[in-house]
């Protein structure tokens, strides 16, 4: 069903309060990443508050939608999406990466309910959704699972054992959304690893692939919608974003993949004035 | 003498009964699933080998057949036991827990998901295949890892017993297995549980306390049997249970011994032994002398002249309790 302008506009004023509530946890936890979250904003916002089937104040519901995160370091994006989806408070992410805190640097399934695992180490998420997806087939269930994942853990041999199995037990209840932002810590990923033809690999491996403008919600949602209807193979949706999305100073310079406003590159703006001007310019975009 | 408590094979000693301890997971898992629906049991390309085969051909169903992707069977299995399945993963030690050892420790043990560790082939009764399939590390690698029981069975019997009672922890577990046939030194009515070290042998007074695992056993047996006769009394446990380590059962005895002796087909460092020491060092510190292979890797040969060659047969722990003895 197509979404009217007004829906559209609602989702992206979440998206955009999400990438605020990125901006804050991370300049008071004076650490960890800021470019892959700002880029996947608008996908987590379209998952929280669109796609998933899922209930905020049950996160252990047995029918919810599942959704594996497979690039543990753009947990902030997540932690901001259920935050505001309703999961807990939002001033409850300014712990992030705090002694105590549920909201660990890297995202542990014990600490919160509803992060369905625990990932950081690269390459590992995509088998864990395949494992699961195959495991609920096994019983019936109709619930999806949606793995996030990076473009540079596509370097891990482990993704490619998980993509063979899920192809080779069509596992049409997968999903896999891929954040090809051409970034990664040491730089962009074609000088690092040549990740291209991304989509002919999969496409290779006997998936079905969508590729997508990742800032273009309508597109994303279609995105998902197409995946249910695939018969016969797991879906990666492809989507192309723009690394440190919001905030132009810093948008596709790896520098920021992981350094936090406050810690970033100094050559555009001074490190005292980053979380100010990088929330200004994300009001200036409502 | 025999403890009669632990319920023994009256052939122990004269032509005992042989099978590899893997046999026992090949039963032990059909039991499982028969007993629990929620059970599954993945392969890497080694369904015969791992005897994962017995599983597969009653539920073929729940079998899954991952391909020689040992990361992937961590993680698909942490995935399936994420969803609320029973998963056993089998490979050869060396490669699961081997090879994605840091996917365990991420999407099993922090997880904290009861996936069933399944290594296959460990330790010098792998044979002819040589250093490379002789896992003699593995019992250190899981025994650090918050969340997992590691468990290492004397014989088939054991084997079959332990992978019945690992489905039901609701833990991650590790569980080691060799290739080579051995003594079945345990019987249907010997008692099992996870945790509790059994006493095999048990004479007055004894001098030294022996504490063994996995098939290694049956020559800690045979060597007290042998001391018995030089007036050398000793007990042997069958420490089945690396971690949690029965802590109560084995200071008792080391203390009521005065001395102590390890006996393990793994490296000398992290194993059992190095468990014990650590126990004792802490709650009765006692003169330890450590049987296992001495900080080298294996090579191809038949088991019993590899056991021979690392130190291993039943005159090195003659040896060894003998050196304990002598530092009391």
Known sequence: MELTDAEVRALESHANDIRKTIIEMLAAAKSGHTSGPLGMADIFAALYFHVLKHDPKNPDWPERDRLMLSNGHITPVRYAAMAHAGYFPVEECLTLRKFGSRLQGHPERERLPGLETTSGPLGSGLSQAAGYAYAARMDGKTFRVFCAMSDGEQEEGNTWEAAMFAAKYRLTNLTGIMDRNNIQIDGNTEDVMPLEPMGDKYRAFNWHVIEIDGHNIPQFIAACDESKSIREKPTLILAHTTPGKGIPQIENDYRWHGAPPGKGPTDKIPADKQRDVFLEELKKAV | MINPDAKLAANIFDKPDMAPTRDGFGKGSVEAGESDDRVVVLTADLAESTRADSFQKTFPERFIQVGVAEQNLATVGAGMANYGKIPFITSYATFSPGRNWEQIRTTIAINNVPVKVCGMHAGLLTGPDGATHQALEDIALMRVLPHFLVISPCDAEEGRKATVAAAKTGTPVYLRFARDKTPVMTTPETPFTIGKAIVMWKSEKPKVAIFATGPLLHNALLTARELEGQGINTTVTNVHT???????????????????????????????????????????????????????????????????????GVSHIVDAVKKALARK
């Open chain 2, 242 to 312: 690396i971690k949690p380590l029965d802590e109560e059962t084995i200071v008792a005895l080391a203390r009521d011994a005065g001395a102590a002796v390890s006996v393990e087909e793994h490296q000398i460092n992290g194993g059992l032994g190095g468990a014990i020491a650590e126990l004792l060092a802490k709650k009765c510190p006692t003169p330890m002398e450590f049987v296992g292979v001495q900080d080298q890797f294996g090579q191809s040969g038949e088991p019993k002249e590899l056991l021979e060659h690392y130190g291993l």
